[in-house]
């Protein structure tokens, strides 16, 4: 008996707690509601609209990388230099502007499978899952869209469009939870064993869409603090190697922050526990 009472209250002041922080998620979203899907998109290129303009302000050390790992010769070298900066750079451009935004999305997306096979990406499991986790972002800015276009058609059946964002949103939120996986340091002390512990449960309630805009806010809030701790390049000095590795950590992850704030923006979608949830 009593223990069945601890036991009620252990789940009353759980379900209090997570009342309170789902009320405080509430507020935060009402009042950037106007602004958070472009601070969203901002944040998403940020990697891409770095790794362009990284392209002209390193032309010649790019350039003879590529040429140098892949003996293509300096003609070829150069194409791909300038193909990534513009490709690049007029995606980010478009995704701003709100033009052509699907046409952004696969440019973005192609670069991402380019630069992981020039660059040798899939054999390195951090970046790879990093890798994968960009592209749950651009899945979910397409996601965006997708709504945004039903919208233009009120009245209109849009059963399949919606059934199409849903999994959209479904599988963008599964693989923007991969950037965490890189994250975990899997050392026994009670700290990190908290960590883990709290990281994996975000982390599903992300995949399984269980107060998906809560685990959002959490996740954003943990993202930034370790990307300005662990990432801060603008405290190297320029000429140290660590620099660029860092900053380039730097915006991949400021992409995924992006990612999950377009999470937050646009709900779990109807494919989650949160949307079955309000059907009961």
Request: aromatic share 12%; hydrophobic share 55%; net charge positive.
């Amino acid at each position: 008996k009593i223990k069945r009472q601890r036991n009620r209250k252990g789940l009353m002041a759980y379900q209090q707690v997570v009342s309170q922080a789902d009320d405080v998620a509430d507020s935060v979203l009402r009042r950037s509601k106007h602004y958070l899907p472009h601070l969203a998109r901002i944040c998403l290129i940020a990697t891409f609209l770095e790794d362009g303009l990284r392209m002209w302000f390193q032309w010649n050390e790019q350039r003879d990388y590529l040429d140098l790992t892949w003996r293509c010769g300096p003609v070829l070298a150069t194409l791909f230099v300038v193909v990534n900066m513009v490709v690049q750079i007029i995606g980010c451009f478009m995704v701003l502007l709100r033009k052509y935004v699907h046409v952004a999305v696969g440019m973005l997306f192609a670069i991402i499978v380019i630069q992981s096979m020039v660059y040798t990406v899939l054999w390195d499991a951090k970046f790879f899952l990093r890798n994968i986790a960009l592209c749950g972002g651009l899945l979910l800015l397409l996601a965006e869209i997708s709504g945004e276009v039903k919208t233009m058609f009120a009245g209109v059946p849009t059963g399949d469009a919606n059934k199409k964002q849903s999994y959209m949103q479904l599988v963008g939120r599964v693989l923007v939870v991969f950037m965490f996986m890189t994250l975990f340091s899997f050392e026994f002390s009670p700290l990190r064993l908290v960590e883990l512990a709290v990281g994996t449960v975000l982390m599903l309630a992300m995949a399984i869409g269980f107060k998906t805009k809560l685990a959002a806010l959490v996740l954003v809030a943990w993202l930034a603090t370790l990307n300005l701790l662990l990432n801060c390049f603008w405290m190297v000095p320029s000429q140290h190697y660590m620099r660029e590795f860092m900053k380039y950590d730097f915006f991949q992850t400021l992409s995924v922050i992006g990612g999950l704030l377009l999470v937050v923006a646009l709900g779990p979608g109807g494919v989650s526990l949160d949307a079955h949830r309000k059907k009961w």
